[in-house]
């Protein structure tokens, strides 16, 4: 956590849009061009196995999995999500569920499902979460907990 930490304050990047989209990008990476190579060789059902896959795979085993280490750790990690959040995770469900429900692909889908994740990427740019914004200098909308809490 402290290395991300740093990394938000060096390179002036807000840490709610560093940890929900930088970060999964960058780990997820081979999988991400696994699923391209599958896509480019028109064989979308590895493909969408590979992405749908993935993101089952973290949302049913690792999230919870994280969750109970932390509280057998004794570190606060909880699955509070606040509304805006929520709002973009129902959103981002209820349009996958959308896109494959014909089973078809095309171009206009694909570059809706990519307009949307770069609207989604925006408001995590823009978004201020008090428990995950990291204090940059210079910045006075970036605070942190304990600089807010002496104002």
């Given at each position: 956590?402290?290395?991300?930490?740093?990394?938000?304050?060096?390179?002036?990047?807000?840490?709610?849009?560093?940890?929900t989209?930088?970060?999964?990008?960058?780990?997820?990476?081979?999988?991400?061009?696994?699923?391209?190579?599958?896509?480019?060789?028109?064989?979308?059902?590895?493909?969408?196995?590979?992405?749908?896959?993935?993101?089952?795979?973290?949302?049913?085993?690792?999230?919870?999995?994280?969750?109970?280490?932390?509280?057998?750790?004794?570190?606060?990690?909880?699955?509070?999500?606040?509304?805006?959040?929520?709002?973009?995770?129902?959103?981002?469900?209820?349009?996958?569920?959308?896109?494959?429900?014909?089973?078809?692909?095309?171009?206009?889908?694909?570059?809706?499902?990519?307009?949307?994740?770069?609207?989604?990427?925006?408001?995590?740019?823009?978004?201020?979460?008090?428990?995950?914004?990291?204090?940059v200098?210079?910045?006075?909308?970036?605070?942190?907990?304990?600089?807010?809490?002496r104002?």
């Open positions: 956590m402290d290395a991300i930490t740093e990394a938000s304050k060096q390179l002036r990047i807000p840490m709610p849009f560093l940890t989209i930088v970060v999964p990008i960058v780990g997820n990476a081979a999988e991400h061009a696994s699923a391209l190579i599958f896509a480019i060789k028109n064989r979308m059902e590895i493909s969408l196995g590979v992405a749908m896959g993935s993101s089952t795979q973290v949302g049913v085993l690792v999230v919870p999995f994280c969750v109970i280490l932390a509280w057998t750790m004794g570190q606060p990690l909880d699955l509070n999500f606040n509304e805006f959040e929520a709002l973009v995770l129902f959103i981002s469900v209820l349009l996958a569920a959308l896109m494959v429900q014909d089973g078809t692909s095309n171009w206009l889908k694909g570059a809706m499902l990519i307009l949307v994740y770069m609207f989604i990427a925006a408001g995590f740019w823009v978004h201020k979460d008090p428990s995950l914004t990291i204090g200098e210079g910045d006075p909308s970036l605070v942190t907990e304990a600089q807010a809490g104002r």
